[in-house]
């Protein structure tokens, strides 16, 4: 029903030849995963990676997008750039972003609606720092987190978007959430999405993934829990091997 899509987030990794050695190990590696796979890839490696993902199954994304269409904005990129490079999917409201570069609820609301309007897919992220864990906000942080970023987003654009539920504490950390805390907690930001729309939608159109130092050791467990349909990798999507044994958990 939900398909499961395993998208890696290669951060500020890779030069243009990086990005040529990796992708041409891992395109036979994944050639038959059942799941969608995606790699969003650093802005000055998207061309290069397009025309090497051209006829196969991995997906083009981004890390980012600004919400303006074009203007003053120095050093930013726009969804028609993406576009133009074939683009598909862009990870918005990474916890790296709102942590060092002032991300908010409004501004990923608003790069949402600037990706939607022109068809590109976001992978929005949300998740708790061990602070709110710890403080017993789990629930609250997610329901304002996920509410916001889905403000005056229509119904029909579900299809369209991917939650990633992305504890701040295990990003990189070596920790990951367990699975059944990683299923409970994706269940409450399923939750507050049929709240949002509606039961049936939540449960058959929202795919969340789980983030957090997933690698080859704990992703079928992970992949194994009813509540997650897929997973953000960090660290083990640097390495073709070990990026394609998440990728078939
Ligand atoms: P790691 O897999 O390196 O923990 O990173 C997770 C992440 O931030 C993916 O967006």
Partial sequence: MRQPIIAGNWKMNNTIAGTKALLTDLIPLVKDAKAEVVVCVPYTNIAAAGELLKGTN???GAENVHWA???AFTGEISA????ELGVEYVIIGHSERRQYFGETDQTVNARVKAALAKGLKPIICVGETLEEREGGLVEKVLVRQTTEAFKDIDKDQLDNIVIAYEPVWAIGTGKTATAQDANDTIAIIRGTMAKLYCPKCAEERVRIQYGGSM????????????????????GASLKAVDFSQVVKY
């Fill in 58 to 60: 991995i997906k083009l």
């Fill in 69 to 71: 269409e074009k203007g």
């Fill in 80 to 83: 028609d750039m993406l576009v």
């Fill in 215 to 234: 690698n080859p050791k704990n992703a079928s467990e992970l992949m194994a829990m009813p509540q997650i349909d897929g997973g953000l990798i960090g």
